[in-house]
């Protein structure tokens, strides 16, 4: 027997993006960020980076496609939907993209999540991502 996908929505992603839809996607690349194979490594080097922002990230890279998204998050709308609200979250600063490093001559992408512009805005907003349990520190607000 399969079973049953989820799909999560959060108060503070609600509030932080102005639309559920967007949070469930962020929720969601979020949760893919978590598993990346190399997460610990990431998530040393961002601590770096977060205290000498001179430095290069290089980690924390994933691939995942509009059609996937759209499957995962349950959200009945079409691959061109997904990816106006994938360009939303890009925009804001929430997500990074580029194009994908080991077949760059196809149009797919890969996503990190940036939790330092995530938590920045959230704490703007007297909010704080819940349930995330990697011990990064929260940046000032300007």
Known sequence: MKG???????EELVK????YKLAIILNQMIYWSE???????????????????????T????YKTEEELAEETLINIDQSSIRGLVDQLVEAG???????SIMPFDDS?????????IQKDLNRMGCYL????IDIPHPTVD
């Open 94 to 100: 929430w997500l990074e993209e580029r194009n994908h």
């Open 4 to 10: 049953f996908k989820r799909s999560v929505i959060k």
């Open 35 to 57: 598993h990346y194979r190399c997460f610990d490594k990431f998530i040393a080097e961002a601590k770096r980076w977060y205290e000498d922002s001179e430095s290069d990230l």
């Open 130 to 133: 819940e349930g995330y349990t």
């Open 16 to 19: 932080l993006t102005g639309d």
């Open 109 to 117: 992408k890969e996503y990190r999540v940036n939790l330092r512009n």
């Open 59 to 62: 980690r924390g890279w994933f």
